[in-house]
């Protein structure tokens, strides 16, 4: 099957990868928003990390473009805690969708990384061509490693097959569909809990991971969907995108913002015996905001929506609801 001219055509079939996840479930909003047929399967139904069943699925539906939003993924504690199944998971999620995908033909795909796969001590704000020029940070150096092969992979198919196959590098993200498991959660959806708990418990204190000074810049999940639609429509070359919305915080701040939101009035206590992470990770976005991309929706304003999210959700799940007091103390992000 020949590589389409054009990127992405109206009303063109896209196979979302990870739909349920909150990526994937923003860009199948996205693009159904725009009038494009969605594809999507679930976990039963089709096991990514199964390179045959993967290839045999992409060949009967044939979609025009893929979005590989598909991932093991979670907070510092998960990505210490587990990086076998975070390297391995992601290996394999990525080898079948990218080799299935361009053996069934299909014309586009957007492969979605992550900011982590740049060094720790990389210059600030990050550009694209600092990818592989220094150190990782430890706490989810597997993790990145598989997300930067899946770079290398989408690299390789454009340069032996001339595949229209490109790569975006999401910041830290957060919105609708977050998970508030507080093992497994990033950093701005275990603060809304945590601190919506000790508001609700009158809890005189939350202690939180780290120092507070790691600096993040943090993304709306609806902002990255729409950043992924115009990719797919206007770019085609090499290098990774970054998405991001170009400004950061200290994680003390967004402690602080997060407690305004919720209403905690207790005091924010801090474990230095905790790891930071990466000391500051801020995205340059140029390459992005060339193509007339911006950011909509303010961080305060995502978080009210998230934390009426939580609130939804605790409320229907009582032993969601409750506090567990086995929990480790959330608050240091990748």
């Excluded at 998960?78 to 079948?96: C, G, H, K, W």
């Excluded at 490693?145 to 390789?156: E, M, P, T």
């Excluded at 797919?232 to 170009?246: F, I, K, M, Q, W």
């Excluded at 801020?282 to 978080?303: E, T």
Aim: glycine content about 8%; charged content about 20%.
């Amino acid at each position: 099957m020949p590589f389409m001219t054009e990127l992405l055509p109206d009303g063109a079939r896209v196979f979302v990868a990870g739909h349920r996840g909150l990526v994937g479930s923003a860009v199948v909003r996205r693009l159904t928003a725009e009038g494009h047929p969605v594809l999507v399967r679930t976990r039963a139904e089709l096991d990514l990390r199964d390179a045959a069943a993967t290839a045999a699925w992409l060949r009967q539906t044939r979609p025009d473009a893929v979005v590989l939003a598909a991932a093991r993924v979670g907070g510092i504690m998960a990505n210490s805690t587990y990086p076998v199944q975070f390297l391995e998971d992601n290996l394999r999620i990525q080898l079948s969708v990218v080799a299935g995908a361009h053996a069934a033909g299909v014309p586009r795909l957007l492969f979605l990384g992550s900011s982590c796969i740049y060094p720790k001590f990389a210059p600030q704000p990050i550009r694209e061509d600092a990818l592989l020029t220094g150190p990782l940070e430890p706490t989810n150096e597997a993790y990145a490693l598989a997300k930067i092969a899946g770079i290398v992979q989408v690299q390789s198919y454009r340069r032996q097959y001339g595949a229209a196959y490109v790569s975006a590098m999401p910041t830290n993200l957060y919105g609708p569909g977050d998970n508030f498991d507080l093992a497994t959660s990033h950093v701005l959806p275990a603060l809304i809990r945590r601190f919506d708990e000790a508001e609700r418990s009158g809890a005189p204190e939350v202690t939180l991971w780290g120092s507070g000074t790691p600096r993040r810049e943090f993304l709306h999940v609806d902002d990255l969907a729409a950043a992924c639609t115009l990719l797919l429509r206007s770019y085609d070359a090499d290098e990774p995108v970054n998405v991001g919305c170009g400004e950061d915080l200290t994680i003390r701040e967004l402690a602080e913002t997060v407690s305004g939101v919720v209403g905690y009035r207790g005091r924010i206590g801090w474990d230095t015996a905790k790891p930071d992470g990466t000391p500051r990770k801020l995205l340059d976005v140029s390459r992005l905001f060339a193509l007339g991309w911006r950011p909509r929706i303010a961080l305060r304003d995502g978080v009210a929506q998230v934390h009426r999210q939580w609130r939804a959700q605790a409320a229907g799940d009582a032993a969601g609801s409750a506090p567990d007091p086995g929990a480790e103390p959330t608050a240091a992000a990748h």
